[in-house]
């Protein structure tokens, strides 16, 4: 077991096997599975990605704010007329309290989240008015946790049946559902760049007697076909630098400006490997990978292609806008909890985390004085079941470390407090607002603003419960 880490404004890098980690998740990679999908199931999937809880209110353990209480009144000469129903009515409400208790009470005896927030759900499907389409179910929730609007643009199909697979194109990527991974990514990246690969590469330009414009377009679409050809072994050989660099797995090399950006965004596990060099075509410098395809042109930064829109128009998908109805104009703001007002109580604080409904109450004694979604571990990095206590109190703190084969490197975490002695915290997560779903590597991710009043209210030694 590793040590115990108290107090350092930057912990050392932890080992491995029991590494003190962040709780965010990183793009998804497209590797891909062979399950198929229902058709039945367009338009209706529940489930989350990386995610086995729903978002629905689960239950709660302990007493709350709702508990009923018996208060002693002292009569007065004033109400000594009224003194037979006074006792009527204390009889009845001591007949009732029990049943109003058990109403808020769920099967197992414990209580449901009060106040607001205990009619709140975030939407499952929007609307996007930029291209009349929707988002639904784990695509809206993979969309939103990975930077979607700047990764992969507005949707601009509905979803659609392909080779077995629920997808849907979006400007730059198409999303596939692949409910039976069986890691549990339920949501893959197509592999569009390969559509684009030619059926034939000459590995010469065709001699065309035509005229100069007809011939230099040839020229620069044979160019482009012979892109795709591997490198040749002496080239492939030269020794990697800051400018280029060879990647072996699909044998093609990328420089300078692409090779920034694609080492920047996460390299292979968000573009996916390069399937060609770079070609020009019409003053432009192109270079394809796995799923999708960047751009470059004298005084221009590189840009993102948006592959996905050339696929629909090669393939003559359907882009009509769609009826909005009732479902809700996309809006962060539709998914963050209601910031129900802390209470006060009397007695021990302690913190209870209900893992089934992704949901946190903090209490003084037996009334719940502030609550909210959270994102516990997901599948293979399960939040610890029991009863702990916080044992390290950190304002800010650096998370790195490989769990589960994955590395992470999260700085400057914001109001740490860590309850196991091997990494588990509760903390605040700047870098997603998907709250009410399973995101973690372990750890208890909360709203910026909760975790900062969480931190100053909650001391040393507090009590943390967490069940499902």
Partial sequence: MAARWFDVAVAPKPDIAVARHSCGQRRGSGTAAAPSADPSSIGKRTDRPMCDAPRALGNHGGKGEGMYSRYGVRQSPRVYAFAPLLALIGVIALLLAPALVAAQESGDGSIQPTGQAANWAPPSTVYIPETGQTIDGVFLDYWRANEGLTNYGYPITPELKEKGHIVQYYQYARFEYWPEDPAGNVVHLGAIGQELRPHVVLRTAPVVATDKAKTDTSNELAKMARAWLPLDKKTASQKNTDTW??????????????????????????????????????????????????????????????????????????TAPQAQGDIPTYDEALFIPPDPKPRSGNGEHWIEVNLSAQYMIAWEGDVAVNETYVSTGRPGFDTPVGTFYINTKLESDDMEGVLGGEYYNVPAVPWVMYFTDVGHAIHGTYWHANFGAVMSHGCVNLPMDFAEWLYFWADYGTRVEIHY
Avoid at 275 to 290: D, H, K, P
Avoid at 291 to 302: E, F
């Fill in 245 to 318: 660099r060879y990647v072996v797995e699909t044998k093609h090399s990328i420089q300078f400006g692409f090779k920034t950006l694609w080492e920047s965004t996460g390299e292979a596990d968000f573009l996916g490997n390069p399937l060609t060099e770079e070609y020009i075509l019409s003053g432009v410098t192109y270079q394809v990978f796995e799923r999708g395809a960047l751009g470059w042109k004298q005084g221009k930064d590189p840009w993102f292609v948006p592959l996905g829109e050339q696929l629909v128009k090669r393939y003559k998908l359907d």
